[in-house]
Nanobody, 115 residues
C-alpha cells in the first residue's frame, strides 16, 4: 500500500505561480514513477507530468515550458512547479504513484486560475 498526501493548491491570478507537493508513505520501494494528472469540470482526467525513479520526465504539450516536475527521493516527495498559469489550467490536480502492482492516487487538490 502507498499513501499520497497532496498540498499546495489554491487560487492564483493568470500569470501567477503555484507549487504542488505530494508526499508518499507506505510501500514506497515499489514506486517506479510518480506524477500529476488533472481533471477540469466536465472533462476527462489528463496527464500533466511524470517523473521516473531515475528522474526521466514527461510533460503534456499544454504545460511544456511552464511546469516543472521534480522529486526528492530522500523525502519521498514529488513537486510540480507551475508558472505562467492560465485559466485553462484550472482543475483538480491528482498525484499518482505507479508501482509494479496497482497505481495509487492522492485525494486531489484544487487549482483555480482566475482574476
Amino acid at each position: 500500500q502507498v499513501q499520497l498526501v497532496e498540498s499546495g493548491g489554491g487560487l492564483v491570478q493568470p500569470g501567477g505561480s503555484l507549487r504542488l507537493s505530494c508526499a508518499a508513505s507506505g510501500s514506497i520501494i515499489t514506486i517506479y514513477t510518480m506524477g500529476w494528472y488533472r481533471q477540469a469540470p466536465g472533462k476527462q482526467r489528463e496527464l500533466v507530468a511524470t517523473i521516473s525513479r531515475s528522474s526521466n520526465t514527461n510533460y503534456a504539450n499544454s504545460v511544456k515550458g511552464r511546469f516543472t516536475i521534480s522529486r526528492d527521493n530522500a523525502k519521498n516527495t514529488v513537486y510540480l512547479q507551475m508558472n505562467s498559469l492560465k485559466p485553462e489550467d484550472t482543475a483538480v490536480y491528482y498525484c499518482i504513484a505507479q508501482t509494479f502492482g496497482p497505481d495509487y492516487w492522492g485525494q486531489g487538490t484544487q487549482v483555480t486560475v482566475s482574476s
